[in-house]
Every structure is written in structure tokens, then in C-alpha cells.
């Protein structure tokens, strides 16, 4: 059988797929996402797929160095979990996000039954992290990070090294613009971490 074809070139990273006609639940969901391994897929509140090839090099490049930096804190710290850009989760209003990176406090990861973690966990990350590709549209990306804190998320950054940019988000206060940002601070949510905005640049 001929695999289906991929998504390449920035010009055609992402495609939005309208599914109110035919919503896939979970189970579907995750079979659609087994067999396009190659593609990340993402759900909208209302059902529909958004289909996206994987990122470049150079944004694999700065993902990669910002996970680092939050991994290698998370395990000094103790207090919590990190997940990569492969880890989907469900937030309460039904959509389903893979963000860049997130971080969520051990004490509600282990209220998860192991077999709830080897799916796609309904659960919202204390922390969320979302990086600017080439490909990406700062519209969608400030909408989606404007759902993760309506979905309970604390903190959220959005950084945009095309336009040397950082927007922080955190629950019950505006958004707050950084613009030629240094050293950002994950105080109070994430108690010590920082991450120097240059290094992406």
C-alpha cells in the first residue's frame, strides 16, 4: 500500500484539516497519529487537525537547546517532570497539544495511573513552552498560548527569535511583551530556572 504523502517545504508546514463532521475520539486519535509517525498532529477544541512536517534543522537546533536547559534543571529541582515537543497531551477543553516544551509538578504527574501516561495524558502542564519557526504564523502560536492558560497552565512562554521577541503569559495578568530579551526567569512556577534568550538567536 502507498504511504500517504508528506508535507514539505515552509511553505506547506501546516494544513488544517475541518473535522466537525467527523470527530475522531482518542482512540482514533492516536491511531491516526501511529501511522503518520513522520507528521506532528495536533487536535483543536473543536475537533480539527492540524498537520504540521516535522521543523528544520535550525529549529530542531534551538528546541533541542532549550530542553536541555529545562531537563537538566528539572532534575536538579526534583519538584516536577519536563516533556519534549513528541509528548501530546489532552487539556479540559478536549484539544489535544503537543507544545515545544512543558513541565508539570510530580505531585499531579503521579496522580496518573501508569496506563493514563502511556496515552495521551489528559492533563495540563504547569509550564508551556512554545518557539517560533520560520514556518509558523505569531498569530496561531499567541492563540494557542492564550488556550493553554484559559486550560489552567501558570506559565507560558512564547519565544520568537525571528523578531528577537519573548511574550510571557501567566494566569490572571496580561501578557507580557520582551523585546531583545536576556535572561528570562521561570520564578515563581519554576522556582530557579532561567534561560538566556541569546542562545537561540
Known sequence: MARPPTIQGD??????????SVRLNDEQF???CRDNRDLRIEMTAAGDLIIMSPTNMETGRKSGRIFLRLATWAERDGT?????????LTLPNGAKRSPDAS?????????????EKSKIS????????????PSDKLEDLQEKMEEYIANGVRLGWLLD?????AFV???GSAI???DRPTLLSGDPVLQGFAFDFREIL
Open 80 to 88: 516536577g517532570e519536563c516533556f519534549d515537543s513528541s509528548s501530546l
Open 11 to 20: 511553505t506547506a508546514t501546516r494544513v488544517v484539516l475541518h473535522m466537525q
Open 169 to 171: 503569559y501567566t494566569s
Open 103 to 115: 513541565w508539570i509538578l510530580k505531585s499531579r504527574w503521579n496522580k496518573l495511573s501508569d496506563e
Open 30 to 32: 492516536a491511531l491516526l
Open 161 to 165: 527569535p525571528i523578531d528577537n521577541v
Open 122 to 133: 489528559r492533563i495540563y502542564p504547569d509550564f508551556v513552552l512554545e518557539l517560533r519557526s
Open 176 to 178: 507580557h511583551r520582551i
